[in-house]
């Protein structure tokens, strides 16, 4: 029975190391600067497309 004892603290401790890694690392990445790419670094101007289309009364003779 104590070894069975020795093994759950033993197995608790590592998932709590774990578990406290995990947040420290979650953190590091949050506080990171995240900043969009630049639009000058895109080699093609932006394409803009209009379409209009107009259908007239076509009447039978």
Do not use: N
Not at 11 to 25: D, E, N, P, Q, R
Not at 48 to 61: E, G, L
Request: hydrophobic fraction near 50%.
């Amino acid at each position: 029975m104590e070894r069975s004892k020795l093994i759950a603290i033993l197995t608790g401790a590592i998932s709590i190391i774990l578990a406290i890694a995990y947040l420290i690392v979650v953190q590091l990445l949050d506080y990171r600067d995240m900043k969009p790419a630049p639009i000058s670094q895109v080699d093609f101007p932006p394409a803009i497309t209009i379409s209009h289309w107009q259908v007239d009364k076509i009447t039978q003779i």
